[in-house]
């Protein structure tokens, strides 16, 4: 309805393509620093899938929750300008410290980590592995707003998702322990294929 007096579609916050993220003020939705929020985001919610759906240790599950809420620490800080005077920036070399403690104790407790596995097994672990390709995509999206912006994006956030893709991998393998991971075989469809032969002239095709 467009008659006189009709005032149109209501404009929300980010109908225009633009986003208020912390100091950095206005920004359009497509600047490399909101992608990264968006791609941090998204990793959070697949973690917290697996956690939904992985039989996990006590201990595992609880380290997990503190991931989702050091994700969090992550968008937020993503938000803060490094710009002009010096700002106290939430993600600390600590963080990464943490997270390289979890992989050294969640290591024990798989049974092999050498070679290459197929990312599968168990449903927990299959979701454990997909969360592990979105942090993954999340550290991409952080590298480029650090080449954009480097001083204005916290690099401890590129480290802290590195290191946390290596964390859902050590869980992943944990998590599958029992049945066993599904292994990597190089060329194997092609050498399960047999090979198509031409029929011979003259007979039947």
């Known amino acids: 309805m467009n008659g006189e007096g009709d005032?149109?579609?209501?404009?929300?916050?980010?109908?225009?393509?633009?986003i208020?993220?912390?100091?950095h003020g206005e920004l359009p939705k497509s600047d490399l620093r909101v992608a990264a929020y968006?791609?941090?985001?998204?990793?959070?919610?697949?973690?917290?899938?697996?956690?939904?759906?992985?039989?996990?240790s006590r201990d595992a599950a609880t380290m997990l929750l503190s991931v989702q809420n050091d994700l969090l620490d992550l968008v937020t800080d993503l938000g803060v300008s490094t710009y002009g005077e010096p700002v106290?920036?939430?993600?600390?070399p600590a963080y990464v410290e943490r997270l390289d403690r979890a992989v050294e104790h969640f290591s024990e407790q798989a049974a092999d980590l050498g070679g290459m596995v197929l990312p599968g097994g168990t449903l927990g672990a299959a979701l454990l592995y997909q969360a592990r390709?979105?942090?993954?995509?999340?550290e991409l999206a952080v590298w480029r707003a650090v080449e954009a912006y480097p001083d204005a994006v916290?690099?401890?956030?590129?480290?802290y998702l590195n290191r946390l893709s290596t964390l859902l991998f050590v869980v992943a393998r944990v998590v599958n322990v029992e049945?066993?991971?599904?292994?990597?075989?190089?060329?194997?469809?092609?050498?399960?294929?047999?090979?198509?032969?031409?029929?011979?002239?003259?007979?039947a095709g």
Do not use: C, H, K, Y
Not at 20 to 23: A, R
Not at 88 to 92: L, N, Q, S
Not at 154 to 159: A, D, I, L, M, Q
């Open 154 to 159: 916290n690099r401890e956030v590129g480290r």
């Open 88 to 92: 106290e920036v939430t993600i600390v």
């Open 7 to 18: 005032p149109g579609p209501v404009q929300r916050e980010g109908d225009t393509g633009r």
């Open 133 to 138: 390709a979105a942090v993954r995509r999340a």
């Open 179 to 203: 049945l066993g991971d599904v292994d990597w075989v190089p060329g194997s469809t092609e050498q399960a294929v047999a090979p198509v032969t031409e029929p011979e002239p003259g007979t």
């Open 20 to 23: 208020f993220f912390g100091s």
């Open 38 to 56: 968006t791609e941090i985001d998204a990793a959070n919610a697949a973690i917290g899938v697996a956690m939904a759906a992985a039989p996990l």
